[in-house]
């Protein structure tokens, strides 16, 4: 039968008659059981004609008699999970397209679903249980990071991308910026180029307020992979650290997106209002230490690692230099410069590839020796000269950006 309807219906008749107690037919937790079946059926019935809010309802009515009626401590969070699943199936593939209050709802119902079967989990004695409960902490972090933060993320990236000009037309602006007797021409120009990076009133406020959705949302994303992560911990140390990375770089990017200690500061109306918020500084803190943890895990066995230590090596030592304290920076990065290049010689390469490995890691501590030496000097403009050539990844260059944008350039930079 593959009318949803009638197996609602017959669901309903089955559930009706598990409250009466036993019958000729059978007993109420067989009858029970045989109305989460039909649930089920109905619901997935409904998943295969494309009313994905329909199955996620109808998951949950399953979900409910298998949670009160039923002993089993399987079916009834799986059931959740289906429901879950369904309302964000629903965002993309509903017959009729959600509006974006439905989408809203959507999103909710989906981390309640989520919530409601790691309750039922916690209660399981089953051999199974922790890797079940990182698998729906894991599913949490998704729904916040990718269905409720994704699109803001995205808007908040195109409208930044609309304000920024291309390398040329920086080089441009820096060389009319800097005409001591610019002709009516070159200040035209130079007036039309600024025009091009500044926000207006609306795009401010329109900034200011995705942001404000997006922070909340990563948050109990990089939460959620964290409690996912912990329950890996010990018996699958690996699939721990890939949490635990996901963990530490949404925490990387909720610090970019933070307001520098001196902007907080002026900011007394925000800091008012939240006096216990964590600051910049402290979420690239929580990744520091999410990145030495994966570290530890690694380095169990170097030679089967010895391609991703350095990836971690490298993440960590930028954090601490994005935390601006010159003197941590001058003194932790070449103890993690020594762990990868330790794990160089430890991989029983050829000399040959080991001394070529070696020396093309070298440049990107470089880099950040550099850029340490800059921030001792508070300097902008030794920022941007050091990182105009660099060649860095779009990570690298969200946390650098966000180091530069500590130091305002001196007014006579562009006099």
């Known amino acids: 039968m593959d009318n949803p309807e009638a197996l609602i219906q017959q669901a309903e008749k089955l559930a009706a008659k598990g409250k009466s107690g036993w019958s000729f037919f059978g007993g109420s937790e067989e009858r029970y059981e045989q109305a989460a079946t039909c649930y089920r059926q109905a619901a997935q019935a409904y998943e295969m004609n494309g009313h994905f809010l329909d199955a996620a309802a109808t998951y949950i009515k399953a979900a409910d008699i298998q949670a009160n009626h039923l002993s089993d401590d399987f079916e009834a969070p799986d059931s959740y999970v289906h429901a879950s699943d369904a309302y964000r199936r629903a965002l993309l593939e509903e017959v009729k397209p959600l509006s974006d209050n439905e989408k809203a709802e959507a999103k909710a119902k989906a981390i309640n679903c989520r919530k409601k079967a790691i309750t039922l989990t916690e209660k399981s004695t089953s051999s199974s ?11 949490i972090g998704q729904i916040n990071e990718k269905d409720i933060a994704g699109p803001l993320v995205q808007a908040r990236r195109n409208l930044l991308s609309s304000k920024t000009l291309t390398a040329a037309d920086e080089e441009r602006m820096k060389n009319l910026a800097s005409e001591l007797q610019p002709t009516p021409n070159e200040a035209d120009e130079l007036q039309w180029l600024q025009s091009k990076t500044a926000f207006s009133d609306e795009e401010k406020a329109h900034l200011q307020w995705l942001e404000s959705q997006i922070l909340p949302a990563l948050d109990e994303a990089r939460i959620a992979y964290k409690e996912a992560a912990n329950f890996l911990r010990l018996d699958a140390p690996l699939s721990a650290s890939k949490l635990f990375d996901q963990y530490a770089d949404l925490s990387v990017s909720i610090a970019t997106l933070l307001p520098h200690s001196t902007e907080e500061n002026a900011n007394s109306t925000q800091k008012n209002a939240n006096p216990n918020k964590k600051d910049k500084n402290s979420y ?69 590839t080991l ?31 050091i990182l105009l050539h660099a060649l860095v990844d779009e990570w690298q260059k969200n946390v650098f950006d966000d180091i530069r944008n500590k130091y305002e350039p001196k007014d006579d930079e562009f006099a």
Not at 129 to 139: E, I, N, Q
Not at 302 to 326: E, G, M
Not at 359 to 379: M, W
């Open 129 to 139: 249980k922790l890797r079940r409960l990182s698998r729906m902490y894991d599913a």
């Open 355 to 385: 001394d070529s490995y070696i020396q093309n890691a070298l440049p990107k501590y470089t880099l950040l020796f550099d850029l340490n030496e800059a921030i001792r000097k508070g300097s902008r403009e030794m920022i941007d000269e």
């Open 284 to 352: 690239y803190e929580d990744a520091l230490n999410a990145y030495a943890t994966i570290l530890k895990a690694l380095q169990g066995d170097p030679k089967k690692n010895r391609f991703s230590i350095p990836t971690y090596c490298y993440k960590w030592c930028v954090c601490r230099l994005a935390q601006c304290d010159h003197v941590a920076t001058t003194r932790d990065v070449p103890m993690y410069r020594e762990i990868e290049m330790d794990t160089y010689r430890q991989s029983e390469m050829p000399r040959g």
